[in-house]
């Protein structure tokens, strides 16, 4: 352990890709950690290797029932992060955010227990200013394919604020800019784990646009440490506050970058933009280097390599992944071919956005 005591952590997600993360950096630093998932996109493959830790344990559940354990301190990630998993099942998704917070808020208020909100960057939605800082209130469409999710999370941290009006409660709320590493889904549509999926394939890397619209990519054990960083800061930080990685780049540079890593033969195929799809986003991350000393250390080029080595072991089979497309979590059919579609394998069926999230 560094500098902490011992805290019990619940971590909501914690089979999904931050929230694997974070479970092991909360272990490393002592921890005991209560992974609690319905595995809709995670996966206990994300955390099987931490099975066998005897202050590691998983719960499957969906948090959009009311939960009842004793904890310390609470992450609440547990929320599809991608379009293609998100617009899936639009109502559950927005229940998630809105139902599953109020049952983290309740939880954390009943046991006093300090919780914490992974929000996102698409609070700000397609931003009229750049880069968002936190005071910005957002631009987005509140009946987009989008919505469930930015609407959803803007209510989450609604409810947040009120929580800690009305009942005093110890809160967080991170607005996390888009991340990426090992353990991404790979069928997911975000733009990393497409382009690094396309380039390993030499097949063509689907641009939406002319590439010109920027992103900025924070490597995710700097996310998780921000987050962390976070929960330790006494009740009178609550945010919103950025983390993300300033530096941004091109979808084009981005694309060109993966290429050249990976050596790939592929050609770059330009598609349309999705509805809503911002133009620019890049994290203003001042609020977080001054209030919890936290800043990115990992550079772009060296955090795709390593996802790029670990799609190289998972993915790069050949043909098609080995994971799975997420069930919808009222067991009805899958929309697998909405994931299909989207990779370019048959026509597509319901229209889903694409993109990053
Ligand atoms: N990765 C990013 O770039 C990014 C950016 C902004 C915000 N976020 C936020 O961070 C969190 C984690 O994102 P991620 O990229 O790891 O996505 P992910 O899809 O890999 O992880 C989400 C996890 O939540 C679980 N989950 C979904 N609905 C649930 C429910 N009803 N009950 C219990 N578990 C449920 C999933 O099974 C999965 O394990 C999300 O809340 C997301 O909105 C992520």
Not at 47 to 73: A, G
Not at 83 to 93: A, E, R, W
Not at 246 to 259: D, G, H, M, N
Request: glycine content about 8%; proline content about 6%.
């Amino acid at each position: 352990m560094t500098f902490h005591a011992k805290r019990r952590v619940l971590v909501s997600g914690g089979a999904g890709f931050l929230g694997s993360h974070l479970c092991e950096l909360l272990l490393r630093e002592g921890h005991e950690v209560l992974c609690v998932d319905n595995f809709f996109t995670g996966t206990k493959q994300n955390v099987v290797h931490l099975l066998d830790q005897p202050y590691f344990e998983i719960l499957r559940h969906d948090v959009t029932f009311p939960l009842y354990v004793e904890t310390d301190e609470i992450y609440n990630l547990a929320c599809p992060a991608s379009p293609i998993h998100y617009q899936l099942d639009p109502v559950q998704t927005t229940k998630t955010s809105v139902h599953g917070a109020i049952n983290m808020l309740g939880l954390a208020k009943r046991i006093g227990a300090k919780v914490l909100q992974a929000s996102t960057s698409e609070v700000y939605g397609d931003p009229l200013i750049h880069p968002q800082t936190e005071s910005y209130w957002g631009h987005t469409n509140p009946i987009g394919r989008r919505a469930c999710y930015d609407e959803g999370k803007r209510c989450a941290e609604t409810l947040f604020f009120d929580y800690r009006r009305q009942h005093a409660l110890s809160i967080k709320v991170a607005r996390i800019f888009n991340t990426y590493g090992e353990r991404m889904h790979p069928n997911d549509g975000r733009v990393v784990s497409n382009f690094i999926v396309q380039a390993l394939r030499n097949e063509p890397i689907t641009l939406y646009g002319d590439g010109s619209q920027t992103r900025s990519f924070c490597y995710v054990s700097d996310l998780v440490a921000g987050l962390y960083r976070l929960m330790r800061t006494g009740d009178d930080i609550t945010g919103p506050i950025n983390l993300g990685n300033p530096t941004e780049i091109s979808i084009l540079q981005l694309a060109e970058t993966i290429i050249d890593i990976t050596n790939s033969r592929s050609k770059l195929m330009r598609t349309a933009l999705p509805a809503d799809d911002p133009q620019r986003r890049r994290p203003d991350i001042s609020l977080a280097e001054s209030l919890l000393g936290w800043t990115p250390t990992v550079t772009l080029e060296h955090g795709l390599r390593r996802t790029i080595a670990h799609f190289e072991r998972t993915v790069a089979d050949g043909t098609r992944s080995k994971r799975k497309a997420p069930r919808r979590v009222d067991g009805l059919p899958l929309a697998t071919e909405a994931l299909k579609a989207a990779s370019g394998a048959v026509p597509k069926p319901p229209k889903l956005d694409a993109g990053a999230s």
